[in-house]
């Protein structure tokens, strides 16, 4: 079966500092990994993803994601956290074989002048 | 390059009425995904369109359907409606070429 875990709903960091938003996931298949970001009242974006080739990936806006298949983890990580990346990021899972993907249950950030 | 447009933006419902939502892909994309998003469960994944065929589905009761049509336009219809049922409704066309989902803005559902 297949799963997705963000493991913290809430960060808050103070802008400048650098961003960690954990992700754990399981499955069956080797899967494609993204991250996707909602601004309030917007749809998702995609940040990056991971479909199984180089390990760490870079994606948009300067966020970057380690795939860790021992750890079964990919963390999205921003060296320095700007007050526009306040938003919900939901780690996405991708079992293959057709579109029915697993959303984790997202993690809210908040960036502190 | 347009991108994912779902109409309307938002919509007040009264319960046991029934509503439809409306999702236009990406020009060139066949696979079209619906997604109910509430405070509560998160991002679940309703039914999946490829080709006017629905191919993957989620948990949801009968009363949420959807089609795709030939120009891979896809509506999404749930009926006899529950105060349960106000979310946010996402559609995603998918590019298979890159594995790649493009969400639209969303349909606001309230049900009052």
């Known amino acids: 079966a297949q799963s997705v875990t963000q493991l913290d709903s809430h960060v808050s960091v103070s802008e400048g500092t650098p961003v960690l938003l954990r992700c754990n996931y399981s499955?069956?298949?080797?899967?494609?990994l993204f991250w996707y970001v909602q601004h309030p009242n917007k749809g998702l974006q995609l940040l990056l993803k991971?479909?199984?080739?180089?390990?760490l990936v870079k994606g948009i806006n300067g966020f970057e994601a380690e795939f860790k298949k021992s750890e079964t983890s990919f963390h999205l990580t921003k060296p320095s956290a700007h007050m526009s990346d306040a938003a919900e990021y939901f780690c996405?899972?991708?079992?293959?074989?057709?579109?029915?993907?697993?959303f984790g249950a997202g993690t809210r950030l908040f960036v502190k002048a | 390059k347009a991108g994912v447009t779902q109409t309307p933006r938002y919509l007040i419902k009264t319960r046991g009425q029934q509503v439809t939502l409306s999702c236009s892909p990406i020009?060139?994309?066949?696979?079209v995904s619906w997604y109910q998003q509430t405070p509560g469960q998160g991002l679940q994944f309703l039914f999946e369109?490829?080709?006017?065929?629905?191919?993957n589905k989620g948990n949801f009761p009968g009363r949420f359907s959807g089609r795709q049509f030939s120009n891979s336009r896809s509506e999404m219809n749930v009926s006899t409606l529950e105060l349960g049922d106000s979310a946010l409704y996402l559609c995603?066309?998918?590019?298979?070429?890159?594995?790649?989902?493009?969400f639209g803005q969303g349909t606001r559902l309230t049900v009052v």
């Open positions: 020009s060139g994309h066949r696979s």
């Open positions: 499955s069956s298949y080797s899967p494609s």
């Open positions: 991971y479909t199984s080739a180089a390990t």
């Open positions: 995603a066309s998918y590019d298979y070429r890159n594995t790649e989902a493009f």
């Open positions: 996405v899972v991708d079992p293959g074989g057709g579109f029915k993907t697993i």
């Open positions: 369109y490829f080709s006017e065929t629905q191919r």
